[in-house]
Each structure stands twice: as C-alpha cells, then as structure tokens.
C-alpha cells in the first residue's frame, strides 16, 4: 500500500547567499549560480509530484496533495544545494518553510505568507515546519522533527524543524500506511467477518470450532489465524502444509510456521495456492 493521507502542503524554499556573491562575483555569475540551484530544487519537487510549481527570482513555491510528500522535497531540495560546490569561499544554502494550508486557513493568511513567515525567521541551511504540518505526516517521517530553537524573528504559532536523520524506508511508510487502519474485512463463500480492537482474531481451519470452516483435506483442524496487535493485522500460520499469501501487486508467499504483516488487500490459501483456487481462498482488505 502506497496511497498517503491527503492533506494539501506547500513549501516555500529560497537561496541564500546570492547577494553575497553578487558583491564579490558581480550580478551575472551570482545570477547563474542562484540559477542553478533554483533547477535543482524545481526537479526536486517535480519528482515528489508537486501539484502546483513556481519558480522565481531566488524562490521556489511548490505546492502538494500530501504532507509526507512535501517534507521528502523539501530534503531533498536542501540536499541537492548543499551538493553544489561554494565559489569564491561562498556557499549558497537553502531555507524552507513548510506549511499545511490548513494551517493558513486557521491564521487568517495565505499559505505562502505563513510558510515565508517561517523562511525568515531561521538560520539558513533549516527547513522549519509548522506544528500542525507535522502532524499530518506519517509516524516514521514526524520522527525526523525536533523542536525548532529560539528565533529572533518570531513566529505566529508552534513550529519544529527537520533534522539531518535519514527519510524512512518505503518498508516503514507501508507499516505506517497499514497502522493507520484499524479494521479488517475478510470475506469466505459469501460470508462475512471484520477484524478490529473488540474482535480482534479469526480463526479458521478445518475443525468446526474455527471463525471460518474449510472442509478441504489440505486444510489443518486449526490451520491459520489473523490477528490484531499494535496496529498490525499478523496471518501466523499453525499448519502442516502452509498458508499461501497473494497480496494484490506482490508475489505470492508460503508462510509456514511462521507470521507475517498483511497488507492492504489479497487472498488467503489455506494448503494450497489462492491463484490456482480462488473460490475456496479466504479474501481480506483494510477498510
């Protein structure tokens, strides 16, 4: 599962140091460097699918449908800066402010205002993010804030700041994606059952005690269950010949005597393939 929560960003990135050059290397060189660090940071937001792209005389405005995607620019943009080597002992650094439009919305200002607001406030080479920003963002990437320090500038409501960890890993934002879904529809030969905190396991199997019966020789008397712990929907298998896993957009998996973390939707086989039996293979999706 890749979808993310939408909630509408913007980022507000400008260079700093341009005006430094300029006195030491004249308009022009200042310009193409300020210019090239503008291209970099435009293809940074192209790449996380910016909804909205403005490029200005020392300003990048980009807009996206998604926190986690705006935070991921906004790095990115400030390690591509950071890559491009000082001319004349000047080193150009980026600023970013990070806002949520909702945030402006309950300020009363134009998303742009707010996250400039920001940009002015820091140090460069920061990425300042409101509070509200961060919340949006999945668990593994709010990880990446601290508190943002004292600011001489000030700033209208709570804001953190980006730090210098790695971004997670697509295996955490899939874990996170999962979380932050809370029940389970599984489905069987027209039959119904649904996986959440008040029932939070199924059993099934050949037995008649289990949730779901499968009267199949290849299926164990207590063969396989799926439960809820910590947010995460776990298929452990119980059996002699294994539970078949085929998740939609993955290759099927055999899991024996072992657990695994289900994912958004798919089909279960309990001793035999769901691709070679769909009618007898147990369905499930998050809801």
């Not at 030491?24 to 937001?45: D, F, I, K, Q, T």
Request: charged share 25%.
């Amino acid at each position: 599962m890749n979808e993310r929560v939408q909630a509408p960003s913007l980022v507000y990135a400008d260079v700093a140091g341009g005006d430094r050059l300029a006195v030491r290397l004249g308009g022009a060189e200042a310009g193409y460097a300020v210019e090239r660090c503008l291209n970099r940071m435009s293809r940074c937001a192209e790449a996380y699918a910016a909804t909205d792209l403005q490029v200005r005389t020392d300003v990048v405005v980009a807009r996206f449908a998604d926190a986690d995607s705006a935070l991921l620019a906004a790095r990115e943009m400030r390690e591509r800066v950071r890559a491009l080597p000082p001319m004349s002992g000047i080193k150009l650094v980026l600023r970013a402010g990070v806002v949520l439009e909702a945030d402006a919305e309950s300020a009363l200002e134009k998303p742009e205002a707010l996250a400039a607001w920001l940009v002015s406030s820091q140090n460069p080479d920061t990425i300042a993010v409101s509070e509200g920003f961060g919340q949006a963002l999945s668990p593994s990437m709010r990880r990446m804030l601290g508190r943002l320090g004292d600011n001489e500038g000030g700033v209208p409501f709570p804001a953190l700041e980006l730090g210098e960890a790695p971004p997670p890993t697509p295996a955490e934002l899939r874990l996170d994606a999962i979380q932050a879904h809370k029940t389970l529809n599984v489905s069987f030969r027209g039959r119904n059952w649904c996986i959440d905190a008040a029932h939070p396991t199924l059993l099934f199997g050949r037995e008649t005690g289990n949730d779901i019966v499968i009267p199949d020789p290849r299926v164990s008397r207590q063969h396989a269950r799926i439960e809820l712990r910590g947010g995460l929907f776990y298929l452990a298998d119980t059996s002699t010949n294994g539970t078949y896993l085929l998740e939609q957009g993955r290759a099927e998996l055999c899991i024996k005597r072992d657990e695994f973390i289900l994912g958004e939707k798919g089909h279960i086989g309990c001793g035999f393939s769901p691709a070679e039996n769909m009618s007898d293979a147990v369905a499930f999706a998050l809801a």
